[in-house]
């Protein structure tokens, strides 16, 4: 509920320019682009930056091979002042796998921007926390471990801020005696960079029909983990991408490998949401495809030091979402800007922030605020991101119809014909379903039998979320909401076998029956959530939903 309808409690406020909410690319490049308009301008400008996780980065995860193009534009300077990209990329393949072979499809058969050659392979959290530590330098106030937990809007229906940092709610929704109730910070125009599903994002979109002229946006499960590997085996710079096995032809996704920094390999599987076997377990996927050959010599002799998951943008042009609201606007995962077949958004996360920055400033000097930013709209559609998205908008769903082979022979041919001016033969493909449509009933579907892990290449999901350094305060409401309880058992369970006991990366999950293995009932144990928001996404029945838990709450992720 807004924070400012009946019943609200007392709470200080807290006054800005611009609020923004969420320390990744998007949100710091934003906070950074202000702060040098103002300077240049001779004008102060207050900004302030909310971030949920206990510092900055500790919630980002991603491959990471960065395009430096996004953080040239705020800093053309990044190497001389140190920006932590360090490893260029230096090799870069490409392989279809079988379960015991690999084809290696030849670089030159791709169109140059999918290369990842003038790309670094880097840790993204590391570089959030080089940009805040800029931010800072320039003025803009960081507030780590404050939740971003409702709108508040004025007496228009317009967005004037958030309420952040509550605090103490106990189990039952009753304050505790640590109960803080928060503080709200108001801005003349407030910026969301909540990354993929965002809870505000989605409740902005829904309120406001932003999606109402764009197609449902489509999403992928990045899981990855981080290894240190010895000498013999490390390849600085070394990247390598795969399709096929595990997957079937009719299941999109595919495994990412990187050489980096300290003797890392960043390693990791996407699974693209809208799979329709309901059995399919992306966890399971992933382990099961570290152990092929292409993948594992890779980690021979290596251990596994960091585990994360998080949801990946897919939808693309047709999925973007209208960019402003009254009081706001949406930035970088938040608007849906990641390029789905480079597999990257951080470069235009950062220009995203850049773009929204300079419409805004432009509006506070002329006296506005708290109205619809549509300048913001319209920078987008001259900006690089949009010929981007533009160039690769069949790309996801010519794999989404014809299957991993022939869609990505199709999409091939259609990157090759779409850069020049952007004309497609195929117009603008539409998406469709939503991911949570796409899934079939279990009947229809064939179970899957995964492997055990041995526990060297491969590993149980509370393993993994022990090295994601997840903690929940537990006697709090569960963040994960249930908007009807009965539904898990009652539908889920006959109908889909109950698949969030196998889409959640973390285990959050399950179905637990009696001594007899009858009277089945669910449990949440929503102190294993890593954030990924698959749930949200995912669920056939959209029946949950994922709201932030009290500040700081989550995965801690040191370098990924």
Not at 121 to 138: H, K, M, Q, T
Not at 398 to 404: I, N, V
Not at 427 to 440: I, P, R, Y
Not at 512 to 520: H, I, R
């Amino acid at each position: 509920m807004p924070a400012d309808q009946a019943g609200a409690p007392e709470r200080d406020v807290m006054a800005y320019d611009v609020v923004i909410v969420g320390a990744g690319p998007s949100g710091l490049g934003a906070a950074i682009r202000l702060k040098q308009l103002a300077k240049a301008a001779g004008v102060e400008l207050s900004v302030a930056l909310l971030e949920k996780g206990s510092e900055v980065g500790a919630h980002i995860v991603s491959g990471a091979v960065i395009d430096p193009v996004g953080l040239a534009e705020l800093f053309p300077d990044w190497k001389q002042l140190g920006a932590p990209l360090e490893t260029p990329v230096s090799s870069d393949r490409f392989l279809l796998l079988g379960r015991k072979w690999s084809f290696e499809i030849p670089m030159w058969l791709m169109p140059g921007y999918v290369h990842n050659h003038g790309n670094y392979i880097a840790s993204l959290g590391a570089l959030c926390r080089w940009l805040a530590a800029r931010a800072e330098e320039a003025g803009v106030e960081i507030y780590p471990g404050m939740a971003a937990s409702e709108l508040v809007l004025d007496a228009t229906g317009a967005v004037k801020g958030v309420v952040a940092g509550v605090f103490g709610i106990g189990r039952d929704g009753a304050p505790g005696p640590a109960y803080q109730p928060g503080v709200e910070l108001h801005g003349r125009y407030v910026m969301i960079g909540e990354g993929a599903r965002g809870s505000l994002a989605k409740q902005l979109i829904q309120r406001f029909g932003l999606d109402q002229a764009s197609e449902p946006q489509k999403y992928g499960l990045g899981v990855k983990e981080l290894w240190q590997v010895p000498d013999a085996v490390f390849k600085p710079g070394f990247v390598q991408h795969t399709l096929g096995w595990p997957l079937d032809d009719a299941t999109g996704g595919g495994s990412f490998l990187y050489h980096f920094g300290d003797r890392y390999v960043s390693v990791g599987f996407i699974v693209h949401l809208d799979y329709r076997n309901p059995w399919l377990s992306p966890f399971d996927e992933f382990q099961r495809a570290k152990h092929h050959p292409a993948i594992a010599r890779h980690l021979r002799g290596g251990r596994r030091i960091a585990y994360g998951a998080r949801a990946v943008i897919e939808g693309g042009f047709q999925s973007t979402p209208r960019l402003y609201f009254p009081g706001g606007v949406l930035l970088g995962d938040a608007a849906g800007f990641l390029n789905f077949p480079r597999i990257k958004g951080s470069h235009n996360a950062i220009s995203s922030g850049k773009l929204a920055a300079e419409a805004a400033f432009a509006a506070l000097q002329e006296g506005r605020g708290g109205d619809a930013l549509a300048e913001y709209e319209e920078a987008y559609r001259g900006s690089r991101i949009w010929r981007e998205l533009h160039t690769v908008r069949n790309v996801k769903p010519l794999w989404s119809r014809f299957g991993t082979l022939f869609g990505n022979a199709l999409g091939l041919v259609e990157m090759f014909t779409t850069r020049f001016g952007g004309f497609s033969f195929f117009g603008t493909l539409k998406h469709g379903k939503t991911d949570a449509a796409a899934t079939g009933l279990a009947v229809d579907h064939r179970p899957i039998g995964y492997p055990k892990p041995d526990g060297v290449l491969s590993f149980d999901r509370l393993s993994s979320v022990f090295l994601s350094n997840t903690h929940h305060e537990e006697d709090q409401p569960p963040h994960l909401h249930l908007k009807d309880p009965s539904i898990p058992i009652e539908v889920n369970l006959p109908r889909y076998g109950e698949p969030a006991r196998l889409y959640c990366p973390a285990g959050v999950y399950e179905v637990l029956y009696d001594d007899q293995g009858a009277n089945p009932r669910f449990q949440v144990n929503f102190q294993n959530c890593v954030h990924c928001k698959t749930c949200d996404i995912k669920d056939p029945s959209q029946n949950i939903t994922w709201t932030t838990p009290q500040g700081g709450d989550g995965p801690n992720y040191p370098n990924m």
